[in-house]
């Protein structure tokens, strides 16, 4: 076996976990940080107290703020960036990059204004490494993963090799990693679940119950599925890790921004508010408007979407907002999704 | 609109809850109770204490304990009985009801020993209505929509005009009703997901996160869905309200006594104490055997029934079943349901 060098770009909470979880396998991982003073204290201390507290990272792991020397010698390099600062970030890196170098997308996002998945924009950055490219997704909580419960990723690429040599690369007792092909479906489904999270807060917020939530939520994932067929997506990719899996962590769990963010919207506060007041991105309330953008587009039905843009940007009352989506007219489940002309006898 | 005569099956809470629903809507309709002091106590106290307490029930709806009574004249009649006496309940009714009368069942479970569905149970029982009779099912806590909580539920028929009818029948301005042509699916998903909520109560209890769960959660919906499309259900309907949607209600709420008694078992109860020690059906316990039977029937890989099997029924320790889950062979997410050859370059 020979000595494989991985990168880790960005030492935010999932970036931390990520090369954690490498470090533990491979003896040549290298985590880039910005700020050369938490490198400083990453290397000093061997914890990220900002983004992983609590968590010991291993003696074997790199610390470093210089990208050149972060990837010149890297074999694979993941980009644990957040979306909107992803292709200056391939932009730096792109020049120091050998043909052979794998290169996969842990950014969960669409780049504003052209709505591009991020593995659209390192195919742009990295041309020539188009069969080397790959997008990591799925239900991962940075800190749970480095705490060593057991959890599951999707690793898609267009490329069967490239998927199967990440999912070489980071298959271990306690975290599965499946491959899929449709790196459409899996980065779509990443960035658009947000916004599910979202309305799923807003729900709660406004007192409804657990049947409420889970209607919103099934529903939600098929008007993201249907914008996802319409953008070639498989509606199968939806239904696993990366959509379904996902969407339920970050509309359950207490630590989802974009939960939280809806909690607030139903207690009275605006998105305007919202952003002004953190200083984190609430991906949900920037993917509302691209989902609401590409549904026009591709001419697709997205009703909670719509709502939801309403809520966002147009003031709309939410309670309003989910009487409307009750009384609209009735729907048969199926025939949105199913290629079959006709499924009843 | 011509007077529409709806009988109940079944006073549980979600029967009650169920009559509740119609009774706003429509002037004729009777719950049927077993017990008679029950149907006492209904009438004049319009409340059920027992099974949906504090929740008043309308002055219209018409309470007995006579099923020829209750029955004779219905148009529609919902079974909301628990899927073992689902059989001996259809013979008793069948004899009073005319051709015309729609069949509903609301039950979730298979019957024991041959596995079908409650939908073939009543086409037994009931021949020459193969086209009146459909299924309800959902994410549907009784007392959330008695409170009238937004809730959506599928109504499944092979019969295009059934399925219509009863969307119509159903349908309130809080109580969203979507057609399915695909009954099986519909069916299996209903009982089929307790096995899966059974284990994410072990999951929880051994200590594990909300990446475990979810992962299990989204691996489980798969195996499922690959049983079902063996049994010719549509793949579509386990990403549905009646797959997933009703999946998350049942492995994430408080009340769901199959999650509850997973969290007995990863404390160190086995499957006979908590049957013993719970006068409620635990059904998780029941289909597990059932999807294991018919996975070996169908030749069906599911990895999760066969080790809450083992857990069940042959003492295996929960924490090692959790590790073998996470160490089996390398998986490609969409192979196993994607009715396509070659979906890599």
Redesign the interface.
């Known amino acids: 076996v020979r000595l494989l060098n991985i990168t880790v770009v960005g030492a935010g909470s999932w970036g931390t976990a990520l090369a954690k979880l490498l470090s533990e396998k491979y003896s040549a991982v290298t985590l880039w940080a910005r700020n050369p003073e938490l490198v400083d204290d990453l290397t000093t201390t061997r914890e990220n107290k900002i983004y992983l507290p609590g968590i010991s990272l291993p003696q074997g792991l790199t610390f470093t703020s210089d990208i050149e020397k972060a990837v010149h010698w890297a074999d694979v390099i993941f980009f644990v960036t957040p979306s909107h600062v992803m292709r200056d970030m391939a932009r730096i890196v792109a020049p120091f990059v050998s043909g052979e170098t794998l290169i996969v997308t842990a950014a969960k996002g669409l780049e504003l204004g052209t709505y591009k998945r991020m593995s659209q924009i390192l195919a742009e950055e990295f041309p020539g490494h188009s ?1 080397k490219i790959a997008a990591l997704s ?4 940075a800190e ?2 480095s ?1 060593g ?4 990723a ?1 690793i898609a690429s ?3 090799s490239t998927a ?1 040599q990440l ?2 690369i980071l ?1 271990t ?2 975290f ?7 790196i459409i479906g899996v980065e779509l489904g990443g960035a658009l679940k947000n916004i599910i999270a979202l309305c799923a807060g807003i729900v709660e917020g406004l007192g ?8 919103l ?3 939600g ?2 008007e993201i ?1 249907r914008l996802g067929i319409a953008m070639e997506a ?8 990366s959509g ?3 969407l ?2 970050t509309c ?2 207490k630590h989802s921004r974009n939960r939280r963010a809806g909690l607030l919207i139903a207690a009275g506060q605006t998105a305007h508010d919202i952003q002004q007041g953190s200083k984190m991105v609430v991906e949900g309330i920037r993917s509302t408007q691209a989902a609401y953008e590409l549904a026009r587009r591709h001419n697709i039905e997205m009703p909670i979407t719509e709502q939801a843009y309403a809520i966002l940007y147009q003031n709309k009352n939410p309670r309003e907002a ?2 409307e ?3 609209r007219g ?5 025939e949105e ?2 290629q079959q002309d006709n ?3």
Chains 1, 2 share one sequence.
């Open positions: 069969e799925g239900p991962n909580h749970e993963v705490l419960y057991p959890a599951a999707v267009a490329s069967r199967e999912q070489d298959m007792s306690r599965r990693a499946y491959t899929n092909p449709d409804f119950g657990d049947n409420t939530k889970a209607a939520m099934t529903r994932l098929a599925a498989q509606v199968a990719t939806f239904a696993g890790i379904v899996g996902d339920i962590v359950t769990s989910v009487l989506l009750m009384t009735k729907t048969h489940e199926l999704v199913v499924l009843w006898r």
